[in-house]
């Protein structure tokens, strides 16, 4: 199988900024409604859900940080990718006699 440097970079950038965009919206909906919920809302014999709740919401909000990482770094290794790609491409071309 056989790819191009440049589709291997448009793809690299396709998958970021999709990644991206998704990582993003979910992280505005997380820090809207759901921080809202303030622990002092629980009654006293509720407080461990409260305070369980808070650190869900934490986790969950530096799971989508780490997410978006990771997609930057696929997009870096794709480009990575199609670099080698080229230069192997272009080395293991017949330079005339």
Avoid: C, W
């Amino acid at each position: 199988m056989r790819f191009s440097p440049d589709e291997l970079k448009k793809l690299g950038a396709a998958v970021e900024k999709e990644l991206m965009d998704l990582f993003k919206q979910a992280r505005n909906e997380l820090n809207a409604e759901p921080r809202d919920a303030q622990p002092d809302t629980y009654t006293m014999f509720a407080i461990a859900a409260a305070l369980t709740y808070t650190q869900m919401i934490e986790f969950a909000d530096q799971d989508l940080i780490d997410k978006s990482k990771h997609a930057m770094e696929i997009n870096d290794k794709l480009i990575k990718t199609a670099g080698i790609q080229d230069e192997a491409e272009r080395m293991s071309t017949l330079k005339g006699i």
